[in-house]
């Protein structure tokens, strides 16, 4: 069964935690994304990698780490930097010019 | 600056009844234009993509169309059904990056 998945569906924090997101696809594609979703507004893209063991910066990445060390997997951690975690999280992966969304992870601050 | 701007923001409509959703862009280089239905709580879901020679594009109840000159799409959805409910996202892209529109949030009541 082929495509992205996320985990967990629902994550709590408490303040000055960090916590990973994490994402799988196997749809064989090569870049990577994670975005941010508040009530709202627009998806807000915070890192990307478009290759293995190379990623990039997008709009909002202050707070934020990732990893790309295998080509199914891009974690996303959230860390105590992050003044306003409290967001819907997606991962996306896709190839030159399409995405591909996984189903999104709840991240809630206590 | 790459933009995207949808309208309405919001919109009820009775189930049956049949609606259209605007979206606006300045990008450059065009890519391609997609529209995503987003379920709340779950991941958007690809509807239709255009390429800048497309001008329609159906996927059953909802007919994209896309005025590159203008650089306008829109989104009609014919006799809506209560499963219509969710956030509709134009997305563009631009070479390996996407420009995300805020989203219209649709009810269909019945």
């Known amino acids: 069964d082929g495509g992205i998945t996320q985990s967990p569906k629902y994550l709590f924090r408490k303040e000055g935690q960090n916590v990973t997101l994490s994402c799988e696809q196997n749809l064989n594609h090569d870049a990577m994304y994670w975005y941010r979703q508040d009530p709202g507004q627009g998806l807000r893209l915070i890192y990307y990698s478009q290759i293995v063991n190379d990623f990039q910066k997008g709009d909002i990445a202050e707070g934020y780490s990732v990893s790309r060390e295998k080509k199914e997997s891009f974690p996303l951690t959230v860390t105590s930097a992050q003044k306003n975690p409290t967001a819907f999280y997606l991962c996306?992966?896709?190839?030159?010019?399409?995405?591909?969304f996984g189903p999104g992870t709840r991240l809630t601050v206590l | 600056k790459n933009q995207v701007e949808q309208s309405p923001q919001s919109l009820i409509i009775l189930e049956g009844k049949n609606c259209t959703l605007q979206c606006n862009y300045t990008v450059s280089p065009f890519s391609n234009l997609r529209w995503y239905k987003q379920d709340t709580g779950r991941g958007p879901v690809s509807l239709t993509i255009m390429t800048f020679s497309e001008n329609t594009k159906s996927n059953g109840r909802y007919t994209a169309t896309l005025d590159a000159d203008t650089k306008q799409s829109s989104l009609h959805i014919t006799a809506s059904q209560l499963s219509d409910s969710a956030s509709y996202i134009c997305v563009v892209s631009v070479s390996q990056n996407f420009v995300f529109g805020p989203g219209t949030r649709l009810s269909v009541l019945p």
């Open positions: 996306a992966s896709g190839r030159t010019d399409t995405q591909y």
